[in-house]
Antibody, heavy 120, light 111 residues
Framework: QITLKESGPTLVKPTQTLTLTCTFSGFSLSTGGVGVGWIRQPPGKTLEWVAI???????RYSPSLKSRLTITKDTSKNQVVLTMTYMDPVDTATYYC????????????WGQGTLVTVSS | QSALTQPPSASGSPGQSVTISCTGTSSDIGGYNHVSWYQQHPGKAPKLMIY???KRPSGVPDRFSGSKSGNTASLTVSGLQAEDEADYYCGSYAGSNNNYVFGTGTKVAVL
């Protein structure tokens, strides 16, 4: 059974750095073709892809957010960490992590999501 | 990196069929067979319903089907049931620069 769970702060101040951790089970990030991605969804709005890291450490970032993002993995801990700098109120959203398959570019399994609010 | 275009809403009576379109460009939907569809109930995480244009993950009813023609993908839900009432999002690989793009979302109502 594959599960993913996001953790991190629920409230950050403008200009601060956000650090989110995705802890997963039921698969390994050392398996070929497997990746973990981050997707966010502002309240009442559509989904927005943020970043992906693959088994071979290939990292992909949303062009509009690239300068502010870093994604890393710890295979031994089954964790993926996303950092986003210079947080702004427009970054308020539910952040999801999800398992992605490189060969079909689809997010097969999703975490429950964590709401991050950016406010002073 | 523009979102794929979906109609804001769609509806049907129980037992009927509803089809949702997802329009992109030759750089995303038209260029690759990596179109997915996700179902999201209020307050819940999205769930993968279709991948690879028309493939269904294990456990997804065969009432859900996907197709693609040119730059437009479609999701059809046949034999509508009350539990199908949800938001639906398409997604597509968009090449090595943009990588991935989601649709604007469609709210499906079962009348």
């Amino acid at each position: 059974q594959i599960t993913l769970k996001e953790s991190g702060p629920t409230l950050v101040k403008p200009t601060q750095t956000l650090t989110l951790t995705c802890t997963f089970s039921g698969f390994s990030l050392s398996t070929g073709g497997v990746g973990v991605g981050w997707i966010r969804q502002p309240p009442g709005k559509t989904l927005e892809w943020v970043a992906i890291i693959y088994w071979d450490d290939d990292r992909r970032y949303s062009p509009s957010l690239k300068s502010r993002l870093t994604i890393t993995k710890d295979t031994s801990k089954n964790q993926v960490v996303l950092t986003m700098t210079y947080m702004d109120p427009v970054d308020t959203a539910t952040y999801y992590c999800a398992q992605i398959q490189f060969f079909d570019w689809s997010f097969h399994w999703w975490g429950q999501g964590t709401l991050v609010t950016v406010s002073s | 990196q523009s979102a794929l275009t979906q109609p804001p809403s769609a509806s049907g009576s129980p037992g009927q069929s509803v089809t949702i379109s997802c329009t992109g460009t030759s750089s995303d939907i038209g260029g690759y067979n990596h179109v997915s569809w996700y179902q999201q109930h209020p307050g819940k995480a999205p769930k993968l319903m279709i991948y690879g244009v028309s493939k269904r993950p294990s456990g997804v009813p065969d009432r859900f089907s996907g197709s693609k023609s040119g730059n437009t993908a479609s999701l059809t839900v046949s034999g509508l049931q009350a539990e199908d009432e949800a938001d639906y999002y398409c997604g597509s690989y968009a090449g090595s620069n943009n990588n991935y793009v989601f649709g604007t979302g469609t709210k499906v109502a079962v009348l």
